[in-house]
Structure formats: C-alpha cells, structure tokens
C-alpha cells in the first residue's frame, strides 16, 4: 500500500508488534494486513479419488489445484466451499469434515497475504465441468496426481489427506462422517442465500 485510505499521503514502513506494517506518518492509520479468507473443499469420491482444477488464470496459469476461492461478504467459509466447488468443477458437494487452515504469502506482494480453509467433501449432485477460473478439471488417484501443483496450501493438504487417508479417517476416504450428519443447515449456508 503506497498511499493512505484515510489522507492520501504517502505510507512508510515501521515495526510494530514484531511485525513490518505500513504506516500513516500523516494521520497514523495503520494498515494491518490481516488476511483474506479463501476457502475450499477437497471432493473425496468413492474410490477414494480427488478433483482438481487447472487454473486457467493468473496467478500460477496452467497449473493444478485444489478448488477453491475468496470468500465473499457475508459468507461463512462453508458456503464459500460449497460455492467454489460448484463455480470450478459443475459439482454440488456435501461437506464431510474438517480439513485444516493455512497462512500463506507471496514474496513479490509483501503487503498481501490469505488464510486457505479446507473441508473434505463428497458429490451429491452436478456433472464434472471446468467453469469459472478453471481450464479443466478430473478426479485423481492418490498415487496419480496431476502436475504441477501450485500453492504451499495445496500441498500441506494433500500430505494431511495422504496422513488421513492411512488413519482411516471417512472424509478423507470418500465416505461420510458423524461431522456430515450434524444438522449445518442453520450454520451452513450452502445455497448461497444472504440475509
């Protein structure tokens, strides 16, 4: 960020809280840099294989990932899921389990950084299709993963999944979980409506 929000006058750099943050030296705002949710689902199938998506846009073009996307206002991390799921890969999911969350940056955007939230998943309905921001999509098998696959996030993932997979965890077998027949209905907002 080079110029204030609040005054327009141009913003320096200063340690705050052990942490590189730009600075008002004008009107002291302090821009945080809190991240931005991105949240996603990796969709188990009965076979035990996953989707993926080759990105057909910036950043990182041409390569494999799993589906997902910014959240948008309003929207809690599952329906995000859901959501993306449904605009990359044409399938309508239900979510089976936790996945995991991580912190992640880029070096050439310094002042930019996200929190990837993952959920195992499983199809319900829909066809797989590439739509959205994705060139192709398909299931993989475990031992027969596309490459490259892009983003640090991607692969802590896949390195739970494969952790889960030898635990037998049911999401990360394509099965269903006690954490899938909890009621999400007044949580989970998977048909996209807003208040």
């Known amino acids: 960020m080079k110029f204030c ?51 057909n846009e910036a950043p990182a073009k041409d390569s494999w990932n799993i589906p997902a996307g910014f959240m948008e206002w309003g929207e809690s991390a599952e329906a995000a899921a859901c959501r ?7 399938l309508e999911i239900e979510l089976t389990g936790f996945l995991g969350s991580y912190g992640a940056g880029r070096r050439e ?26 060139a192709e999509v398909a299931f993989f098998p475990p031992d027969a993963l596309p490459d490259p696959i892009i983003f640090s996030s991607n692969h802590h993932v896949l390195r739970r999944w494969e952790a ?12 269903g979980s006690a954490w899938a027949q909890i009621d999400w209905s007044a949580a989970v907002d998977c048909d996209h409506t807003r208040e």
């Open 5 to 55: 929000p609040r005054c327009g006058a141009e913003m320096e750099t200063r340690t705050l809280l052990d942490y590189q943050r730009r600075v008002c030296p004008q009107c002291d705002y302090i821009y945080w840099n809190n991240p931005l949710p991105v949240a996603g689902a990796l969709v188990v199938d009965e076979r035990g294989w996953v989707v993926m998506a080759l990105r």
């Open 84 to 90: 993306e799921v449904q605009e990359e890969t044409g």
């Open 109 to 134: 955007w310094p002042w930019y950084s996200v929190t990837f939230i993952f959920f195992y998943a499983r199809q319900v309905a829909g066809t797989l299709q590439a739509g959205d921001d994705a």
């Open 164 to 175: 889960d997979r030898r635990r037998g965890v049911g999401g990360a077998l394509g099965q």
